[in-house]
């Protein structure tokens, strides 16, 4: 029951990652052991770094396993809420290879880039969601304070209500009925549908959905381009051999796609394949590396630069992601100003609409017949 706990706690916390912090924790050791610190001292002196209570606990257990003789890995192993399969099989590969500060400095420029490549994402999204949480919190009010007196007014006018109208008044008359549990409800709903694409492999469908969508589509498969290049040339650049490398990339993919890559591609070159006749071969190939960086790999693998050439795709996907993450943000914003505008014209109409009726009437001839109005059904509640 124990061991059943700690997995689930470890699988919520990895939601929420300490990636500033671990680069952080990185890049300090790697100082530090670089100069001549020995590790468990460089410990103890990054411990009082740590901003969070959870990285704190993290290192202060590290360095205890790590002064009792436990190896680095091993010690990072026990907080796999913290830290991720790739980074402890990178510093499991380094450690035995004697290459520790080395690799640690890798995996910390690895973590900057990752980083900077989460913000760009996150910088091409802020707006259109920003507009979009503020149109809803204005659509909001409307519908809690302002429909339920419109709805007495048309209703004390005895006037026939177009279709519209009766639709805008019934929606905020639910609204304000059963909205003590309708939000909670969508609330609940949302934080149910988000655990469930982060904890389970509904996620995998959701990012093959979202590659079907034009635009956003392109830029997923480029994020995932860029990130499997840096990972693969970190790996190679820290001295990790290519077998254990694709190992490494296979225990740490996100996804089936990915890791059918990754395992066939092992497969391949354990045989004595290159990189060339291999991905040849391989279906999804294509998908993970377009053919403009399938000749670079190639090109790098004959000239003994593979690292490198892994590291420039990167490099350059980061840039061509830079640009894209704006187009997306601008490609966002006029779709998102046209349905709110369309929402705005659809309750503007629907008011509008009864009232110009009702002004009409009043230069109408008085011979003319009274039209019966129509019923609309309003809760007494809100009368």
Do not use: C
């Not at 990895?14 to 300090?28: D, G, K, V, W």
């Not at 979009?132 to 007196?149: H, K, Q, S």
């Not at 409800?185 to 655990?195: K, W, Y």
């Not at 000749?295 to 690292?307: A, D, H």
Request: aromatic share 10%; no cysteine; proline share 5%.
């Amino acid at each position: 029951m124990n061991q059943w706990l700690r997995e689930l706690r470890d699988r919520v916390l990895t939601i929420f990652p300490l990636t500033e912090e671990r680069n952080s924790f990185f890049e300090n050791v790697s100082m530090l052991v670089l100069s001549g610190t020995p590790l468990t001292e460089a410990l103890r002196v990054v411990v009082n770094e740590a901003r969070s209570r959870r990285m704190k606990i993290a290192i202060a257990d590290i360095v205890l396993q790590v002064e009792n003789g436990e190896h680095f890995w091993k010690a990072l192993d026990r907080h796999r809420y913290v830290f991720s399969e790739y980074e402890i099989r990178l510093t499991k590969i380094a450690e035995e290879s004697g290459q520790l500060a080395k690799s640690l400095g890798y995996l910390s420029v690895q973590l900057a880039k990752d980083l900077e490549l989460r913000g760009k994402i996150r910088s091409a999204l802020f707006y259109p969601l920003f507009v979009l949480t503020f149109a809803i919190i204005i659509g909001l009010g409307i519908t809690w304070f302002v429909l339920p007196r419109l709805s007495r007014v048309f209703s004390s006018l005895h006037i026939v209500l177009p279709f519209m109208t009766r639709v805008l008044i019934r929606t905020g008359a639910i609204i304000n009925l059963y909205g003590a549990y309708i939000f909670p409800g969508v609330l609940a709903l949302l934080l149910a549908a988000f655990f469930i694409l982060r904890l389970t492999r509904a996620r995998y469908y959701a990012a093959y959905a979202l590659e079907i969508l034009p635009g956003i589509g392109q830029f997923l498969r480029d994020v995932q381009t860029a990130k499997t290049a840096l990972f693969t040339g970190t790996l190679l650049e820290s001295g990790v051999p290519m077998l254990e490398s694709l190992e490494t990339l296979i225990a740490v993919s996100e996804g089936p796609r990915s890791r059918k890559f990754f395992t066939q591609l092992r497969d391949r070159v354990s045989v004595g394949d290159s990189f060339e006749r291999s991905f040849a071969d391989i279906r999804e190939a294509r998908r993970l590396f377009p053919p403009l960086t399938q000749y670079m790999i190639f090109t790098g693998e004959k000239s003994g630069n593979l690292p490198g050439a892994f590291l420039y795709i990167a490099n350059t996907y980061g840039k061509k992601l830079d640009a894209a993450a704006k187009n997306l943000s601008q490609i966002l914003e006029p779709v998102l100003l046209v349905v709110i505008a369309m929402v705005v014209a659809f309750i503007a109409i629907a008011i509008i609409t009864p009232i110009y009726g009702l002004v009409s009437n009043f230069g109408a001839p008085t011979s003319a017949p009274r039209v019966a109005p129509a019923e609309v059904s309003i809760p007494e509640e809100i009368k």
